[in-house]
């Protein structure tokens, strides 16, 4: 596979008058062409500030302080407002978290699609509305629904309606932030059925969510980040079968399983306060793992088993 999408030392901070919170902090991932990543952790990991940096949509106080995010060789972070404008859309489509809010609530639902077409596109209104039309029943939705108000929809259907707008103009990559967070499992079936039709269809889709079962049973990749770092990244069925970092291992043990006996085990304490992280690991504080040099020392980034992984249970030569 060819690379698509590469991010070397990227941080984001938020400096706000408590101090800077360190949401990203020292973050490189690649993703290649026609690939689905999955970006897993818990509420406050820093997950969503790595999805909204990449388009460059983070809002102030958000702001990019160290790094570079490369799409086709082309460095985002480089860019001026202007060209990065023609970046999304056309490049990279962005699915946000709630549709209800993403989406005008005073405008047709098949207008609202049809706008990416006359913005970007040289078309006349009525060869805008039948792209659209054509686009919803594409994603599931009858193109009857056409005049329809988002809150004339169900949940899943203003989530279709976002990822029409998303994938109008066939973008290379779609960044889908938490899309099923509030859907019925049916519903979010359907979506991940979706996405994993646009990869079919040639785009790549990186997936943000707290959900690890669901990243696992559809991803190539897993990303698994924890207090604002990337902590195990790797083939998304190696992980599974033997995850290294015990971060990982709480999120996969904390999966209930209906078909065995399998102990559902939850990961004691709470993520913490990112304007002031444990010192070493971050992850220290809540693994039962834990040694003196955790605390004392942030752990290097090495390659065990073809995974990129942060911890020193393996860096020291230990095993669990």
Known sequence: MSELLKINNLKVYYFTLRGIVKAVDDVSLTLDKNEFISIVGESGSGKSTLAHAIPRL????????????????????????EDIRKV??????????????????????????????????????KEAKEKSMKLLEEVGI??????????????????????AIAIALNPKLLIADEPTTALDVIVQDRIMDLMQSLINKGMSVMLITHDIALAAERSNKLAIMYAGEIVEF??????????????????LSSVPDLWSDKEVK????????????????????????????????????????????????YSEGVTK
């Open 58 to 81: 983070l809002r102030p106080p958000g702001k990019i302080v160290n790094g570079d995010i490369f799409l086709e060789n082309e460095n985002l972070t480089k860019m001026s407002d």
């Open 88 to 125: 999304r859309g056309r490049k990279i489509g962005f699915v946000f978290q709630d549709p209800f809010t993403s989406l005008d609530p005073l405008v047709r639902i098949g207008d609202q699609i049809a706008e990416v077409f006359l913005e970007h596109e040289l078309i006349d209104k």
């Open 142 to 163: 009858p193109s009857d629904r056409y005049e329809y108000y988002p809150h004339q929809l169900s949940g899943g259907q203003r989530q279709r309606v976002a990822i």
């Open 234 to 251: 790797g083939a998304t069925e190696k992980i599974v079968e033997e995850s290294l970092h015990p971060y990982t291992s709480g999120l």
């Open 266 to 313: 939850s990961i004691p304490g709470n993520p913490p306060d990112l304007i002031v992280p444990p010192s070493g690991c971050r992850f220290h504080p809540r693994c039962p793992f834990a040694m003196p040099i955790c605390r004392e020392k942030k752990p290097p980034r090495i390659n065990v088993n073809n995974r990129n992984i942060a911890c020193w249970l």
